[in-house]
């Protein structure tokens, strides 16, 4: 016997020894002569002992890389697996005769692994499987994040080789409630004079401020649009003069809301959009014009993702656009108007039913503006005659808020439609009383606001 063979025989025997510590591990198989073998599972990096009814004479191992063989006695075989893979172990007997082949299984050691599964995410019901060279997960988990927490610590042990059967249990659908509420508000005041002067053939010996004083005319003449306006005329022998005064104040007060619901599955992108789609001429590099269309109005996209328990990961995108008449380029032929814009994109994390302002806007321009004719305008009293002061002051305030539901389907019959709630009139209701809505319990409610639940119940 060589040397190596009696080192490789006495690492063999070390190997038993330690397996026989931990029986977990420790596996036997019978060959009995002319019965056919059943399969030797070996775990990767793991020993497993194989004992022969008959002498043997002569074993051979059909790939040495997947799994090593030593003998222990004539009857006793030591198989320790390499790396995960199946082949073939062959007994031969004194007379050369075939005692039985083998099937050699070496799978990875999911022992370990099921042992770090239960520490790491207690009480999961999460079965572990070998398949050939990999693993298998299957069953059912609370949350997509203990699930990917599995993934990862599955292929720590068999990299790229998992295979994932589980199921996520729990609600999975999110209802995102989504609300605009923006408030305008603007106040402008105007002061102003002006004085013009003519002699006595009419001519215009001088004028300041906001009006016209035309040769030979014996009126006052002032610009179209010009509002809060008074004007008187007088005479100093020859000299004729025109006083003009100027006074208005003007407020304005807008309420915009917008309340957005849209549901996706939890890991998939959900997108909505309430408004229509502005044409956009565009060249087409060959003097040429072709039309984009833009969208406006109110539009959300958001992927959700449940993670553990009821908390919910959003990453959002919401905007409300709408077309501004007041901001226009082009020419004569064709007028291109521009779009007011307000837009938040963010990824926030909350729990069920709970809210989150996202965005936030404060807003507050000021403009103070005074035009006078030189040195007249400084004169103390009367130079209030030939000046003029302009305020405004515009103001805004903008907040975005968010809630998350987790929800589940319901029946269809449980679910109340707005068009539920309006009767429509007869003929003669129409046409003699001028109802709009038909008369009775359908069209009272028809005469409330359309907001109510519908689509889902919230848990």
Same mark, same amino acid.
């Given at each position: 016997?060589?040397? /190596? ?23 036997q198989?019978?060959?009995m ?5 059943? +399969? ?29 063989i ?11 697996? $390499? #790396?995960? /893979?199946? !082949?073939t172990?062959?007994l ?9 082949? &083998?099937?050699?299984? &070496?799978?990875?050691?999911?022992a370990?692994?099921?042992?770090r ?6 009480? @999961?019901?999460?079965?572990?499987? %070998?398949a ?21 610590l599955?292929?720590?042990? #068999?990299p790229d ?15 995102? $409630?989504?609300?605009?509420a ?7 005041k ?7 002067? =003519? ?21 006052? !003449? ?13 005479s ?12 208005l104040?003007?407020k304005?007060?807008? *309420?915009?809301? #917008? ?10 992108? #959900? ?10 001429? &565009?060249?087409? /590099?060959?003097?040429?014009?072709t ?29 409300v ?6 901001? !226009? ?13 307000? @837009?938040?994109s ?28 030189p040195?007249? /305008? ?11 002061? @302009? ?21 269809g ?5 707005? %068009?539920d *709630? ?12 001028? =109802?709009?809505?038909?008369?009775? +319990? ?13 689509g889902?119940?919230?848990?």
């Amino acid at each position: 016997m060589s040397m /190596g063979y009696l080192c490789r025989a006495g690492l063999a025997a070390l190997a038993l020894a330690t397996t026989a510590m931990t029986p977990v591990f420790a596996q036997q198989l019978r060959v009995m002569e002319g019965s056919v073998s059943n +399969a030797l599972n070996v775990p990767m990096n793991r020993a497993v002992v194989v004992e022969s009814e008959t002498p043997f004479a002569e074993l051979s191992i059909a790939n040495p890389g997947i799994a090593d063989i030593s003998t222990l006695s004539d009857r006793s075989i030591y198989v320790l697996g $390499k #790396a995960p /893979g199946r !082949t073939t172990l062959t007994l031969l007997g004194p007379d050369g005769k075939l005692i039985s082949n &083998v099937d050699v299984h &070496v799978t990875p050691d999911v022992a370990e692994f099921k042992e770090r599964l239960r520490q790491i995410l207690p009480g @999961e019901n999460i079965e572990v499987r %070998t398949a050939n060279d990999g693993i298998v997960l299957s069953g059912t988990v609370s949350s997509i994040a203990k699930l990917d927490r599995a993934l990862d610590l599955a292929n720590r042990y #068999a990299p790229d080789r998992v295979s994932n059967l589980m199921n996520v249990g729990g609600t999975q659908q999110v209802m995102l $409630k989504v609300r605009f509420a923006e408030m305008q508000r603007s106040v402008a005041k105007t002061l102003g004079s002006s004085v013009g002067f =003519r002699n006595g053939s009419g001519s215009v010996a001088g004028s300041s401020g906001n009006f016209i004083l035309e040769p030979g005319a014996t009126d006052v !003449t002032v610009p179209s649009g010009t509002q809060g306006v008074l004007g008187f005329s007088g005479s100093l022998g020859a000299l004729q003069f025109d006083v003009l005064l100027a006074a208005l104040e003007s407020k304005g007060m807008v *309420r915009t809301l #917008a309340e957005p619901n849209l549901t996706a599955l939890s890991g998939q992108e #959900a997108k909505f959009l309430a408004g229509g789609e502005y044409p956009i001429p &565009v060249d087409d /590099g060959e003097d040429g014009l072709t039309v984009e269309y833009k969208p406006f109005g109110v539009e959300l996209n958001f992927t959700p993702v449940v993670v553990d328990g009821n908390g919910i990961n959003l990453t959002i995108n919401a905007a409300v656009s709408a077309i501004d008449n007041t901001v !226009t380029f082009g020419n004569n032929d064709l007028q291109i108007a521009a779009f007011k814009r307000r @837009e938040t994109s963010t990824t926030v994390e909350m729990r069920d039913g709970e809210s989150f302002a996202i965005a936030g806007l404060l807003q507050d321009d000021f403009r103070n503006l005074k035009g006078q004719v030189p040195w007249l /305008g400084d004169i103390p009293i009367l130079g209030a005659l030939f000046r003029s002061a @302009e305020y405004q002051r515009s103001q805004s305030e903008l907040v975005i808020i968010v809630t998350p539901h987790l929800v589940t389907p319901t029946r269809g019959e449980a679910l109340a439609l707005p %068009t539920d *709630r309006v009767k429509l009139p007869s003929e003669q209701e129409l046409f003699l009383f001028g =109802r709009v809505t038909g008369k009775g +319990a359908v069209g009272e409610v028809a005469r409330q606001d359309f907001s109510g639940s519908y689509g889902y119940v919230m848990e």
